[in-house]
């Protein structure tokens, strides 16, 4: 799964002491350590709460965390205790703030009710379930391990589930992006593109495809350090096209602020140079990084104070 031995070692213990009872169970995950002594203040209240409701299929598990600082770390525990409730594969309530035995029971009530669990289910139904929640998991630790900028797990990781999964589960979106995206943060352009290519026209169109593809559009050839400095240094002569090409570079080289800065900048200076290039630029950098994000929407509003004022 593109991890070292000790992380595959307790994602598979993790998977068989979380993941498989929560296939149809609500799985409270208590993270925790000797140490804490909030912690040992809380223990006795989940046990006895779990134990009240484990004729509905509750079920109380336990990570240390100095023992799982893997599965802490991807589960990005900042503080503890940290209280989740699992469901199929994933979390689906955090109870960490229910610390007396009314508000957990409160919150377990309400999370019953909304969650088909059947309370006399032995384990879990491999075939109904398709493997799907372990897919689910793999795939949010790809976007973790992106997050983290540690590009060449991730690319390992989604390699891994496109080879070893079914066609129908490697084909999905989410998994085709995540590859592509990894790709071309390690620097694998020439791979993303190919990767890109292969996909299907109807995958192209899927929207977190789309956005790869948006991104491997505006990635471009990485320059080094150097020329992408001979290029910053070209560009602040004025010449639109030398500012361009810079801004070009910079994205691509994942520098985003100094690329929408100077982007911005040539918009306020002539807004109608090269039909509205900088303008166009700018609406791609924020397709491929995603409308919804945060840098994107103060940037769009930076773009919107500077075209109506």
Request: net charge negative; aromatic share 6%; charged share 25%.
């Amino acid at each position: 799964m593109g991890l070292n031995i000790e992380e595959q070692k307790a994602v598979e213990r993790f998977q068989k002491e979380v993941v498989e009872p929560s296939m149809t169970k609500l799985v409270v995950l208590d993270f925790w350590a000797e140490w804490c002594g909030p912690c040992k203040a809380l223990a006795p209240m989940l046990e006895k709460v779990a134990a009240q409701y484990a004729d509905k299929g509750v079920v109380l598990k336990k990570i240390n965390v100095d023992e799982e600082q893997f599965i802490a770390s991807q589960f990005q525990v900042q503080s503890i205790p940290t209280v989740y409730a699992m469901f199929q594969g994933r979390p689906v309530a955090d109870l960490t703030s229910a610390r007396s035995e009314s508000q957990l029971t409160q919150a377990l009530d309400q999370i019953l009710a909304q969650l088909p669990i059947d309370p006399n289910a032995a384990g879990a139904d491999s075939d109904a379930t398709n493997g799907m929640p372990e897919v689910e998991q793999l795939i949010a630790m790809g976007e973790q391990l992106l997050d983290a900028g540690e590009t060449e797990k991730a690319v390992q990781l989604y390699t891994e589930i496109v080879t070893a999964a079914p066609p129908e589960i490697a084909s999905r979106a989410e998994i085709q992006s995540g590859l592509i995206r990894a790709l071309l943060a390690n620097g694998q352009h020439d791979q993303a593109q190919a990767a890109f290519d292969a996909l299907t026209d109807e995958q192209k169109a899927d929207p977190a495809v789309a956005q790869a593809g948006a991104q491997l559009e505006l990635s471009g050839e990485k320059v080094d350090e150097g020329e992408l400095a001979a290029l910053r240094e070209k560009a602040q002569g004025g010449d639109m096209d030398a500012r361009y090409a810079y801004a070009e570079a910079a994205f691509a080289a994942r520098q985003r602020d100094a690329a929408a800065d100077e982007l911005l900048s040539m918009v306020e200076a002539d807004r109608e140079w090269n039909e509205g290039a900088a303008r166009t630029k700018l609406l791609q950098i924020f397709e491929a990084v995603g409308l919804e994000d945060a840098w994107v929407v103060a940037t769009r509003r930076r773009l919107s104070k500077i075209l109506f004022g």
